[in-house]
């Protein structure tokens, strides 16, 4: 695992729009119409770029999975974060969504414990290597780094395919939240060495 260079941005956007899809979260918040793809493409510009600012951004040493890591606890406004947000809502969320995506954001935001924590925005592999071990490899990799950064891993998942995989790994769920779909919050403890 390695950390992204700004330069593998497109990469990453890629690997997570392809991967994200037919994600029911994703899909909650983009505006459904002939150009969804560009809006999930924006949405992964949007949350690399966040990621990039205040947390970390990584790829798999053969570049065929991806991860964003979010620090809450450093995010800041910042007139780039704003104006990051705002081409958020242009671009990929649309004016009719804006109420239920901060009302989700809301929901999220009140059951995330307020700790440092290793937030897991994104996690994906590029489709065509799903299956294969990769996602696997990475996600041991990102939780040694979570465990040398001290911080417990942190994430939400729509899709019931992954619980699994997550336990597999010491998740736990911690909370469900009902939208039109069901939110998984998960959570893993700082891993031992």
């Known amino acids: 695992m390695k950390k992204a260079e700004y330069n593998e941005k497109n990469l990453i956007v890629d690997i997570l729009t392809k991967s994200f899809e037919s994600n029911q979260s994703v899909n909650y918040i983009v505006k459904q119409d002939e150009k969804k793809l560009k809006r999930i493409e924006a949405l992964m ?9 205040f947390g970390d951004v990584f790829l798999s040493d053969d ?9 809450p606890d450093k995010k800041k406004t910042t007139i780039k974060s704003i104006m990051l947000d705002v081409n958020l809502i242009l671009s990929c969320v649309g ?3 804006i109420k239920k995506t901060l009302d989700r954001e809301a929901i999220i935001k009140k ?11 994104f996690i994906g592999v590029d489709p065509d290597f799903q299956n294969t071990g990769i996602g696997s490899v990475f996600l041991d990799e990102l939780i040694e780094d979570s465990r040398v950064k001290g911080r417990p891993i942190y994430l939400e998942t ?3 395919k992954n619980l699994p995989w997550y336990q597999k790994f010491g998740f736990n769920i911690y909370h469900e939240a009902d939208l039109s779909y069901k939110l998984f919050f998960l959570r893993r403890e700082l891993a031992k060495p």
């Open 45 to 53: 510009n949007y949350s690399f770029e966040v990621c990039y600012l």
């Open 63 to 71: 570049n065929k999975a991806c991860a964003l890591v979010l620090y």
């Open 95 to 97: 004016i009719e969504n």
């Open 111 to 121: 059951i995330q414990p307020k700790v440092p924590m290793y937030y897991l925005w």
């Open 158 to 160: 729509s899709t019931l």
